[in-house]
């Protein structure tokens, strides 16, 4: 097995962040990503590129970090005993956009690389990341081209990949306190290692290259719908369910506090505003209800 080439990941990684910030300011067309480079004290550190009060983008980060030091955290060692004592070094680049206009879809992603090192010992290493979609008013279409793009970045390294990866998914972005899907779902790995470094790497990058092309489609098809008073109050109702998952169930959001990662980039990820109204819900018949009723429901979006 070909040993870990640290910092091919992080070329690719820093290439990365570039290539969706270029994108993604080109289809907003007047906001731009104010970056802040962040020394971690422990070890490490990053770049924070924050893009707010665009055309399209109401507010939105993409960042690049690499941690490392000598001890692990309690949320990496806490499945992960045999991990405890290794000096470790944690890269990745995760991204939220949350647009403007609600019938704009919200978007995630984040692909990352671990590698925990002991002397003596052979390294213990693995990618992880993926791409999920929280549209506020469904569309069949943006579904279907969003999982579609995804299962495209996976064929090429096995047919038994997208719906494993779609599966799991479903199954992490889960609001087990609301019984409810955070939305439609689309690409979740973690611990991946058993292809060996270069494919492991190999499916890493195509994942995460094909979020960009599943999401800026659907950005411009849906960024000139006109909307009102009522849809951008769903939309704050819907964004409570999103801070809610960031901040309970998050792995990264986790990891990244708990190992004393710089707190304004960790919750870069939340929206500028948010709406939480007691015992809320949909009135019967209406365009939101329709979300929960089709889109809140894990399903074979290829087949729709």
């Known amino acids: 097995m070909s040993a870990p080439d640290i910092n091919a990941v992080k070329e ?10 270029n994108q993604l300011e080109a289809v907003d067309g007047s906001g731009k990503f104010e970056e802040d480079s962040w020394d971690r004290e422990a070890g490490g550190g990053g770049r924070t590129r924050v893009l707010a009060n665009g055309a399209i983008v109401e507010k939105g ?32 680049v995760s991204l939220v956009i949350h647009p403007n206009n609600p019938y704009i879809p919200t ?21 992880g990341g993926g791409f999920d979609l929280t549209p506020y008013y469904g569309n069949d279409e943006d579904c279907k081209y969003w999982h579609q793009t995804a299962k495209n970045a996976c064929d090429p390294f096995g047919e038994d990949i997208y719906p494993h990866f779609k599966e799991w998914c479903d199954d992490y972005f889960y609001l087990k306190h609301r019984d409810e899907p955070r939305g439609v779902g689309g690409l979740f790995f973690d611990d991946l290692n058993e292809y060996g470094f270069e494919k492991s790497f190999a499916l890493m ?10 999401y800026r489609p659907i950005v ?21 369910r999103y801070v809610e998952f960031n901040l309970v169930f998050d792995r990264g959001t986790l990891f990244g506090l708990q190992s004393g990662g710089r707190t304004e980039s960790i919750l870069m990820s939340l929206p500028p505003e948010v ?20 889109y809140l429901k894990p399903r074979n979006w290829l087949e729709v």
């Not at 690719?12 to 910030?21: A, G």
């Not at 060692?77 to 890269?91: I, K, S």
Request: glycine share 8%; charged share 30%.
């Open 275 to 294: 709406r939480w109204g007691y015992d809320w819900k949909p009135e019967s018949g209406t365009e939101e209800a329709v979300l929960y009723e089709r």
């Open 220 to 240: 411009e098809r849906n960024k000139d719908k006109p909307f009102g008073e009522r849809q951008k109050d769903f939309q704050l109702h819907r964004r409570g």
């Open 205 to 214: 990058r195509s994942i995460g290259d094909a979020y960009i092309e599943a």
């Open 61 to 92: 980060g993409v960042n690049f970090s690499h941690v490392f030091g000598d001890k692990l955290p309690a949320s990496a060692t806490a499945h992960r005993p045999e991990l405890a004592g290794r000096t470790f070094q944690a890269m990745g």
């Open 12 to 21: 690719y990684l820093l290439s990365l962040q570039d290539n969706i910030c």
């Open 107 to 127: 978007s995630h992603a984040n692909v990352r690389f671990f590698i925990a090192e002991k002397e003596g010992s052979e390294p213990v290493w693995w990618f």
